[in-house]
């Protein structure tokens, strides 16, 4: 049942992706450049969004281009070039976007368990002797670590902010080696021995479960985090209120009806992270994201040798001003 409502998923984009070259063939507009952020390698991010962007295509009457990178840097380099025009992006990410790019949240995810976010993980091997968060904390200069980059929200920014910086350690700069990569690339380091102890989250993880059961078998989680919000999708603010409005439409729609359209679009959105759909959302949605980034800076502000403490204050004003700054950008719900 599962395959078949792949190929439907699969032939419906074919059916819409025709449908929206035609359509914007005649309206001459550019595309509109999807960012992807990369939860697997690129080639697997692209092709598990491919279905749905066809579709939203086809809805929004424009043609819709794919960006999928292999790094959250990378992606987050070209929307500072100003090649992304709506992307789906979480946390920081999704908060420099807003605050500093110009573009606005119109839609936040939803997954098949109903929380309202999803949490940080730290995952070790099951056998001895690197399988003990006591030990870890105790010893972090004997491990190998294996982690996100520094824009990843459960790849770097909680563990830090929960874990690593109140036990006085510092994850760039504590541990025996370091790989950083995509969730399902720390894991498999640990797994495959390459790294005694990975950052990753409850969402990835079952994803990898189910993709690499016989290495998921070798791993135990260490350390759990609070909730994180969910991911977002922004888009460019230069867009008319009315096709950000379409396009926020389709996504709170998408995956809802019966029948077996319903049914291919809720493969499509399994596929994503074991997505149950979207929701409408703004700015607002991002304003725990911004708390947790300034919540890192001061720690680290704090943990940071300074000349006087003068300097010190000073930077924890600029913080304090800057993070205000934000709650008041989030704040603007203007269509």
Request: include cysteine; charged fraction near 25%; hydrophobic fraction near 45%.
């Amino acid at each position: 049942m599962l395959v078949s409502l792949r190929r439907l998923a699969l032939l419906l984009a074919c059916i819409a992706a025709p449908l929206a070259v035609s359509a914007q063939g005649t309206a001459r507009e550019p595309p509109v450049r999807f960012g992807i952020l990369p939860l697997g390698g690129a080639f697997e991010s692209r092709s598990d969004w491919d279905p749905l962007l066809a579709e939203l295509s086809r809805a929004i009457d424009r043609q819709v281009s794919v960006l999928s990178v292999n790094s959250y840097e990378a992606l987050e380099q070209a929307i500072q070039r100003d090649e992304v025009d709506m992307a789906f992006l979480s946390g920081k990410m999704a908060l420099d976007a807003v605050t500093q790019r110009r573009m606005k949240v119109v839609a936040q995810v939803v997954r098949h368990d109903g929380l309202p976010g999803y949490r940080a993980l730290l995952l070790s091997r099951k056998a001895p002797p690197f399988n003990s968060l006591k030990d870890l904390l105790a010893r972090p200069e004997r491990w190998r670590l294996a982690r996100g980059e520094r824009q990843s929200v459960s790849g770097f920014i909680v563990p830090q902010l929960q874990l690593f910086l109140p036990n006085h350690i510092a994850m760039e700069t504590r541990f025996l080696s370091e790989i950083v990569g995509t969730h399902q690339t720390t894991a498999l380091a640990v797994a495959n021995s390459e790294a005694d102890v990975a950052t990753n989250n409850t969402a990835d993880f079952e994803r990898f479960r189910l993709r690499f059961p016989a290495e998921a078998e070798r791993l135990q989680v260490l350390w759990e985090s609070e909730l994180i919000a969910h991911a977002q999708i922004v888009v460019r603010r230069e867009y008319p209120p009315e096709l950000r409005k379409r396009v926020q439409t389709f996504l709170t729609a998408y995956g809802r009806a019966k029948g077996p359209r319903g049914d291919a679009e809720r493969v499509v959105l399994k596929s994503l992270h074991d997505l149950a759909g979207f929701v409408a959302a703004d700015n607002s949605s991002l304003q725990p994201a911004a708390r947790l980034a300034y919540q890192l800076a001061r720690q680290n502000a704090m943990t940071a040798q300074w000349v006087n403490d003068a300097a010190r204050e000073a930077r924890l004003q600029r913080i304090d001003s800057g993070y205000a700054e934000q709650v008041g950008v989030l704040k603007d719900v203007s269509p």
